[in-house]
Structures are given as structure tokens and as C-alpha cells.
């Protein structure tokens, strides 16, 4: 077969893949904003640290990891390999904590939380907020790479 059969070949069984496994999800969700937003709060520990790895590598990546690494030579490594151990820790004591009491409270953004938790509306406000101008740096530079 020429390369070209190839590449269509593979690219149409990871499409039919993509599909079964679309279509197997969507029989077995519902359409609540708590399934659409936290699957259902049923995603296991691997999925979820997949998914936190797979955004925090694009993300280095698009901002200058492969600079960082051409400038700084292995210390920018050394240093990546430590903020790697550090953030699933704060996930193991901090994120455990907060699934908790989403799951106790049906809290589904941070939001909620504060709002329950402090018992103030605006700091939930003000957290969506903060939270969304953080996020806008960080989307901008992902549609930019793209285009």
C-alpha cells in the first residue's frame, strides 16, 4: 500500500474510534450541568490526572517551555521536574478536600463553594472573575499558536 493509503486508513479508524466512544458516552450520560461539567463526578484518578497532565503540558508548551529549555539548558528542566511534583500534591491535599465537599454539597464551580462556605454572594463574584481574567491570557495564546 502507497503512504498515502496508510495515512487515510489510520486516520479513518481513529475516527470510528472516536465516534463509538462518542456515541457510548452519550447513551450513558445525562443532561444535567453536573454531568456535562464533571462527568457525572465519576471520572477515575488516572482520566483525571491524564487530563490535568495533557493542560498543563500544553500549556508549558505554548508559552515557552521549548525556550526555556534552549535558554536555561538543563536547570529550566530541573526545575520543571520539581513544579511536577509539586502541583499533584496540592491536588492530594488540597483538591481532595474540595471534591469532598462538592460532592457532599452539589457544588459544581468554585464558585459555589466560596459562596456556601463564606456565606457572601459577591466573593463568588469576584472569584469568577479573577478566575476568567486568568484563564483569558491563557486561551488567547492557545488560539494564537493555532492560527
Known sequence: ?????????VVGVYMAIVVVIGIIGYTKTKATAEDYYLAGR?????????????TYASMWTFLG?????????ISFVSMMMIWNLIWPLMYWFMGTKVWLLGKKYGYITYSQLINDYYDSKWLGIIAS????????PYIAVQLRVAA
Do not use: F, K
Open 1 to 9: 500500500m502507497t503512504p498515502v493509503t496508510w495515512l487515510i486508513l
Open 129 to 136: 472573575i479573577i478566575g476568567i481574567l486568568a484563564l483569558l
Open 42 to 54: 465519576g471520572l477515575g484518578t488516572v482520566v483525571l490526572v491524564g487530563t490535568l497532565i495533557a
Open 65 to 73: 517551555a521549548v525556550g526555556g529549555n534552549y535558554r536555561l539548558g
